[in-house]
T-cell receptor
Framework: DGGITQSPKYLFRKEGQNVTLSCEQNLNHDAMYWYRQDPGQGLRLIYY???????QKGDIAEGYSVSREKKESFPLTVTSAQKNPTAFYLC????????????FGPGTRLTVT | KQEVTQIPAALSVPEGENLVLNCSFTDSAIYNLQWFRQDPGKGLTSLLL?????REQTSGRLNASLDKSSGRSTLYIAASQPGDSATYLC???????????FGKGMKLTVNP
C-alpha cells in the first residue's frame, strides 16, 4: 500500500536535546512538507522540499533543520534552539504538478520536558 | 497575507442532520481549496479538493462548494452520522505556490 509513514508515534525528550523525526513516503512524490500543529491552531509550515537536495523555509523554521538526501525521505530535526518544541508534527507529500493535492502521514507527538 | 477562518470552532448536532461547514479566506487569488478530516491524535485525511475554476465537488455524502469572489467555501455533509465526528479543516493554495494556508478547524460532534 502506498502512503506516508512517520516514526515514532510518540517521542519524549529532555530540554536541551536535539531530536530527529522520521518521514518516509512510497507515493513517488517529489514534494514533501513538515507542519506543526498546536492545540486549537491550524497547521503551520516548518519546511518544505520540492526536489532532492533542495528545501525551503516555511513560516516557522527557526529552531528546526531538515535534509532531503533521498526522494522518499524527509527527516526533521528539532534542535535545542526551538523554544517551544512540544507539539504534534505532521509530514505531507504531493506531486509537483497540479492540483498539488497533499497527503499526510499519521503524525508524531513530541513532548519535551 | 492570506488568512483562512472557520466559524464556529465547534458544533454539536444530533444524528441525521444535514450540516454546512464554513470556510472563508481573505485573498481570492487561490489556485485551489482542500477540505480535510482529522480524527483525534491522527493525521489529516483529504476529503475533497476543489479547483479555482470549479464551483463544487462531490464525494458520497460530502459536497464542497467554492465562491472565489466572496472568499467562501462550504462543506455540506448529508445525513450526518456519529462516525462523522472529527475536526474538519480547510486549506487554500495560492496560484503559483505549493504551500497551503490552513484554517484552525471546526470540531464536529454528531450525537447518536
Amino acid at each position: 500500500d502506498g502512503g506516508i509513514t512517520q516514526s515514532p508515534k510518540y517521542l519524549f525528550r529532555k530540554e536541551g536535546q536535539n531530536v530527529t523525526l522520521s518521514c518516509e513516503q512510497n507515493l513517488n512524490h517529489d514534494a514533501m512538507y513538515w507542519y506543526r500543529q498546536d492545540p486549537g491552531q491550524g497547521l503551520r509550515l516548518i519546511y518544505y522540499s520540492q526536489i532532492v537536495n533542495d528545501f525551503q523555509k516555511g513560516d516557522i523554521a527557526e529552531g528546526y533543520s531538515v535534509s532531503r538526501e533521498k526522494k522518499e525521505s524527509f527527516p526533521l530535526t528539532v534542535t535545542s534552539a526551538q523554544k517551544n518544541p512540544t507539539a504534534f508534527y505532521l509530514c505531507a507529500s504531493s506531486i509537483r504538478t497540479g492540483p498539488y493535492e497533499q497527503y499526510f502521514g499519521p503524525g508524531t507527538r513530541l513532548t519535551v520536558t | 497575507k492570506q488568512e483562512v477562518t472557520q466559524i464556529p470552532a465547534a458544533l454539536s448536532v444530533p444524528e441525521g442532520e444535514n450540516l454546512v461547514l464554513n470556510c472563508s479566506f481573505t485573498d481570492s487569488a487561490i489556485y485551489n481549496l482542500q477540505w480535510f478530516r482529522q480524527d483525534p491524535g491522527k493525521g489529516l485525511t483529504s476529503l475533497l479538493l476543489i479547483q479555482s475554476s470549479q464551483r463544487e465537488q462531490t464525494s458520497g455524502r460530502l459536497n464542497a462548494s467554492l465562491d472565489k469572489s466572496s472568499g467562501r467555501s462550504t462543506l455540506y455533509i448529508a445525513a450526518s452520522q456519529p462516525g462523522d465526528s472529527a475536526t474538519y479543516l480547510c486549506a487554500v493554495r495560492r496560484g503559483g505556490s505549493e504551500k497551503l494556508v490552513f484554517g484552525k478547524g471546526m470540531k464536529l460532534t454528531v450525537n447518536p
